[in-house]
């Protein structure tokens, strides 16, 4: 089992910058990747931006390309989203989750944190 918990959400104007922390704990050993997720009101989640464990490879969803960074300090088994140029319509929770090397799913999810961009 991996626990997932994220802090550092908030409010924030648009044109701003907000970082994200998930700490994990648990069976770290066995993560083959970690990954963020949105989910904004009255819509699924979707998918913003993933690292492997070893850090060489990170993946962005397009509407975040060059304004999200995705990174992972293994000695503190974190994953951090740093958000810069914030617009509203990144508005959502923003989800933690965590992939195990056996099924390289998102298995173990976090319980959320809120971002608001205002207008």
């Known amino acids: 089992q991996v626990q997932l918990v994220e802090s550092g959400g908030g409010l924030v104007q648009a044109g701003g910058s907000l970082g994200l922390s998930c700490a994990a704990s648990g069976r770290t050993f066995g993560i083959y990747a970690m990954g963020w997720f949105r989910q904004a009101p009255g819509k699924g989640r979707e998918f913003v931006a993933q690292?492997?464990?070893?850090?060489?490879?990170?993946a962005y969803e397009d509407s975040v390309k060059g304004r999200f960074t995705i990174s992972r300090d293994n000695t503190k088994n974190t994953v951090y989203l740093q958000m810069n140029a914030l617009k509203p319509e990144d508005t959502a929770v923003y989800y933690c989750?965590?992939?195990?090397?056996?099924?390289?799913?998102?298995?173990?999810w976090g319980q959320g944190t809120q971002v608001t961009v205002s207008s």
């Open positions: 690292i492997n464990w070893s850090g060489d490879y990170t």
């Open positions: 989750a965590a992939a195990p090397t056996g099924t390289k799913t998102y298995d173990y």
